[in-house]
């Protein structure tokens, strides 16, 4: 993020996509906990304040400003919007007497010209409004005013995903069964364009209308010098660097998110893939679905320019609620509230116990340091070290069927099967986190012994791992490996019977297949399932990398996929039959790997021994000052980050900059 003199202001934002790998509709009721991992493929949303010298309307000049969202990636992806401020009179006064019976409102309206071409956006439109409306209540109207109008008036945006958020099939000219090689995506530029409407793109399941609206909304709310903890107004900060975001701003930015997302979809959603575009990987348990219901039912909307009377757009506005005191993050309707679930039961995990005594945190302002109020950071939970994971792009020649219907039916008519093999699951799920956290701790405590373990099990397949356990009874990180496994097998199974109880295709026979050969036949190999509510839309596997060492358990995997799912014609006549899968699926890898947990340190750095530094070969220098300081488990880049343009490979060139 950049400004000067003589320069347009502007800001860049970007935001992870996930994978649920635990937690399938469970993630519904904050009773239940899921896991969900981000990903290093990002979202990118760049606002620029208008140069003074490009045309604009002059008739409106100083009564309103016009934003214009681009989607360089795709055709007629270029939505136009007309922002006013409306001075709303005879209200009567607030609560404080502030209001006076007046108080500015603003609208947004799509240009007529931009919704011939390039259609409606909710997810676009409602993420720009609400953004304004919440700047407008923390800052007031003559400041957005000013933003909007600065440099001539009005602003320019482009949104664009990394490459993994979509199929390149089409982008690589490929035809079923062929599916794209690790190769041929590392050949395409980053952000290739592609070939249809943003409305017809073949999607990887990543979550990319939740990253989108994520970014596009941390982006507009920092340019418009909005985001900040609304009980520290009165302090001026500039938020330019990832640094500057606290818990309480990003808790701001995800309710936010939250609110344009659900409002988008129509409806409130379990809102785990907004969290991680906000916070990285983490344990995730819902909010109270109605802190943000009564806001939804003013059914806020976004019109064509001219279409809406103004004596009609006025009254809607003054029917609005203010939506700081909603999306306050102080407000406890955020805080997961298990304890008054139906189920009556937490399923508590030992990471949310380590969180909770890092409930508040230090604030620098002018007048010295101030411990903020507390707001609702969720559990971070990564993959430990030198645990990877990759996720695949499956083409099954038909769509998914709407599955959490059949789901929520079933466990409506079938209360206690259901109640029965949810809290099975959530067993499992709980066992999935706890897993994570030790192998992390053993590798805090003695990486050497860690990592030496880890080189071990990368050589065999995981069911030989029980009798790596028999020659090294005493080695944590082997047994640790192994409840891993175990627990990963356990969900599946729960899975399984969920879609079986439900007739829903949690995990389809193919993908199951799949994903069992894979664990069976590739060395180091941990486990993998389908992630989120299902289906065929994608699959994830999880395996060891140790350091210092090729990817040699991710290139076998992806070997296996293409010789068994995706042979060519002269491979299946070398291969003779019986030797491919012909059972409609279509399996390539994405580039995409497992991102991190956004989140102070958890885990005490005093549980590294100083006389275990040096002795681990495969540590550099750096990565033992890390240890000591207390710095392995704190990655830079997790969740929401503010980006500098010219450090982001190609976005430049993609916006035509």
């Known amino acids: 993020m950049g400004s000067g003199p003589q320069e347009a202001r502007t800001t860049l934002v970007s935001a992870p996509g996930k994978v649920l790998i635990a937690g399938g509709y469970l993630v519904l009721d904050p009773a239940y ?190 340019h418009l010098g909005a985001a900040q903890d609304p009980l520290l107004r009165s302090e001026s900060s500039s938020v330019t660097r990832t640094e500057d975001l606290t818990e ?89 509230s298990p ?18 005594s890092l409930a508040s945190e230090d604030v620098e302002t002018a007048g010295g340091s101030v411990t903020a109020a507390k707001v609702h950071v969720p559990a971070p939970l990564q993959l430990p070290p030198g645990l990877e994971m990759v996720l695949a792009d499956v083409d099954a020649g038909s769509n998914t069927p709407s599955l959490v219907g059949k789901v929520m039916e079933w466990r409506k008519n079938k209360k206690e099967w259901a109640a029965q093999l949810y809290s099975v699951l959530a067993t499992s799920n709980q066992s999935l986190a706890d897993d994570l956290l030790g192998l992390s701790l053993n590798h805090e405590e003695d990486p050497k012994a860690y990592n030496e373990a880890l080189r071990m099990a990368s050589k065999v397949p995981c069911k030989q791992w029980d009798d790596l356990a028999k020659q090294n009874p005493s080695d944590q990180t082997i047994n640790g490996l192994r409840g891993l496994r175990n627990t990963l097998r356990s969900i599946r199974a729960g899975m399984r019977e969920l879609g079986l109880r439900s007739g829903a295709p949690v995990e389809p026979d193919s993908m199951g297949n799949l994903i069992r050969y894979v664990c069976e036949n590739v060395a180091g190999v ?40 995706n042979p060519t014609e002269k491979e299946e006549e070398q291969l003779g039959p019986g030797s491919f899968q012909d059972d409609g699926l279509s399996v390539g890898p994405l580039l995409s790997r497992a991102g991190h947990g956004r989140n102070k340190r958890l885990v005490d750095p005093r549980l590294v021994r100083e006389d275990q530094v040096g002795k681990d070969p495969s540590l550099s220098v750096e990565d033992e000052n890390d240890l000591l300081t207390g710095q392995a488990s704190s990655p830079s880049k997790a969740g929401l980050q503010i980006e500098n343009l010219q450090e982001v490979k190609g976005l430049k060139q993609a916006i035509g900059l």
């Not at 530029?189 to 909304?217: E, N």
């Not at 139906?342 to 990471?351: E, L, N």
């Open 339 to 356: 304890l008054d679930s139906a189920s009556k039961s937490t399923h508590p995990t030992a990471i949310e116990g380590l969180v909770a």
């Open 33 to 222: 906990p899921g896991l969900v991992i981000s990903t290093d493929s990002r979202f990118y949303s760049y606002a620029t304040s208008r140069r003074q010298e490009e045309k604009v309307d002059e008739r409106g000049r100083g009564h309103h400003s016009k934003i214009t969202v681009r989607s360089p990636q795709f055709v007629q992806a270029e939505w136009e919007y007309v922002v006013k401020p409306h001075l709303l009179e005879g209200l009567g006064d607030g609560e404080d007497g502030e209001h006076d019976g007046r108080r500015i409102e603003w609208s947004l309206e799509q240009t007529a010209s931009s919704m011939e071409t390039s259609g409606p956006n909710p997810f676009v439109s409602l993420a720009l409004l609400y953004t304004i409306r919440l700047a407008n209540e923390l800052e007031g109207a003559d400041h957005v005013r000013s933003v909007l109008e600065a440099h001539g008036g009005g602003l320019d945006i482009y949104v664009l995903g990394d490459n993994d958020f979509y199929s390149q099939r089409d982008t690589l000219s490929l035809t079923p069964p062929q599916a794209p090689s690790s190769e041929d995506l590392r050949s395409l530029p980053p952000f290739v364009k592609q070939t249809c409407k943003i409305k017809d793109v073949h999607k990887t399941g990543l979550g990319s209308s939740a990253a989108m609206t994520t970014s596009l909304v941390g982006c507009l709310l920092i």
């Open 526 to 565: 941990v486990g993998g399932g389908v992630p989120g509510a299902g289906g065929y839309d994608a699959l994830y596997i999880i395996y060891l990398k140790p350091p210092k060492q090729t990817d040699e358990v991710g290139e076998a995997i992806e070997k296996v996929w293409k010789e068994r799912w």
């Open 248 to 336: 309480s701003t990003l808790a701001l930015i995800h309710n936010l998110a939250q609110l344009a997302h659900c409002a988008a979809q129509g409806k409130v959603g379990s809102g785990f893939d907004v969290s991680a575009a906000v916070w990285g990987s983490q344990l995730y348990r819902r909010f109270e679905p109605a802190v943000i219901q009564s806001i939804l039912d003013e059914g806020e909307k976004v019109t064509v320019e001219g279409e809406t009377k103004e004596e009609e757009m006025l009254d809607r506005m003054k029917k609005r609620q203010e939506l700081l005191p909603i999306l306050d993050p102080h407000n406890p309707l955020w805080f997961p």
